[in-house]
């Protein structure tokens, strides 16, 4: 068997990461485990589609479901996760500020108050 390049497994989870509903829900349960109707209740999608994204995620690796009678809990599989969100927060935001600074510039050379 053939391994893949680290490049290649990188795209591959960037790619997991790239809906907006995986990524609230690995934001939610970054701050406590949550069963599914408060995943529900957090977010905007349909049972079914969230079932799906969950389905993803718990392939992956990246969150785990556990059974509490009635109920399915997820939780983050690990810490490396959380601090992945986070990462991502403080790129963003840098990649901001830069923008707004160069807004300022632009602005300023057009003379606008």
Avoid at 22 to 51: H, K, N, Q, Y
């Amino acid at each position: 068997m053939k391994s893949v390049p680290l490049y290649q497994a990188k795209a591959e989870m960037f790619r997991l990461l790239g809906h907006p509903v995986r990524i609230r829900v690995l934001e939610l349960l970054s701050e406590r485990p949550m069963p599914v109707r408060d995943l529900l209740t957090a977010i905007d999608v349909e049972a079914t589609g969230l079932s799906q994204h969950l389905a993803v995620l718990r392939r992956s690796g990246m969150v785990t479901a556990q059974r509490e009678g009635p109920t399915v809990v997820y939780a983050l599989a690990g810490g490396g996760v959380a601090n992945l969100l986070v990462a991502a927060r403080t790129l963003l935001t840098q990649m901001l500020v830069g923008r707004n600074e160069l807004l300022n510039e632009l602005l300023a050379e057009a003379g606008a108050p």
